[in-house]
């Protein structure tokens, strides 16, 4: 901690020097414009003085700049230990966000293999009872039965409307699982 306490002490230092020969430089720029520096023909030693000051102000901004870096540097070293758990913590906080992903992500993943199962079930199904449907008005037009043909016409409607209505529930899902 001794070292940081120097190293801002020194700051303090360089700031305090560089403000006052900040305060150095409107005056001689006041006078670079002055009547008596124009008569002498001291304009260049007068611009001498403004430039050396100018310069002497960037070296002391480039060494705060640099203290302020090694401050910097120092501090984080210091507080390793108080980092480190911060980071341990947010670690873990991580590992934790991720499980609770995962387990979501399972979650979702077997209602989605239900969902499709449960469509593809049903969409067999009506299948089915279309066959059975077709097959059933075609023995019964085969066999003259009109009785029979009117009630397999009517099974074969109803068992289209319900493949209809078993892959439109399926396209539904889909849409819900995409979004």
């Known amino acids: 901690m001794n ?23 409107p005056p001689f720029e006041a006078a670079l414009h002055s009547e008596d520096v124009i008569n002498h023909g001291s304009q260049s030693d007068v611009r001498h003085e403004i430039s050396s000051r100018k310069l002497k102000i960037d070296s002391l901004d480039h060494q705060i700049f640099r203290l302020d870096q090694k401050l910097d540097r120092l501090e984080k070293l210091a507080n390793r230990e108080s980092l480190m758990e911060g980071y341990i913590t947010d670690m873990a906080n991580w590992m934790a966000d991720e ?3 995962n387990d979501k992500r399972q979650s979702l993943s077997t209602r989605l293999e239900e969902i499709r199962q449960q469509a593809q079930e049903e969409i067999t199904s009506a299948r089915q009872a279309e066959t059975q449907a077709a097959t059933a008005y075609a023995q019964a037009v085969a066999w003259g039965d009109v009785e029979g043909e009117k009630a397999a016409s009517t099974d074969a409607q109803k068992a289209a409307k319900n493949l209809t209505t078993a892959t439109e529930q399926h396209r539904r899902q889909l849409l819900i699982i995409t979004a």
């Not at 070292?3 to 430089?25: C, F, G, H, N, Y």
Request: hydrophobic content about 45%; charged content about 45%.
């Open 3 to 25: 070292r940081i306490e120097q190293l801002k002490d020194t700051r303090a230092k360089l700031v305090i020097e560089m403000e006052a020969i900040k305060k150095e430089v």
């Open 99 to 101: 499980l609770e992903l």
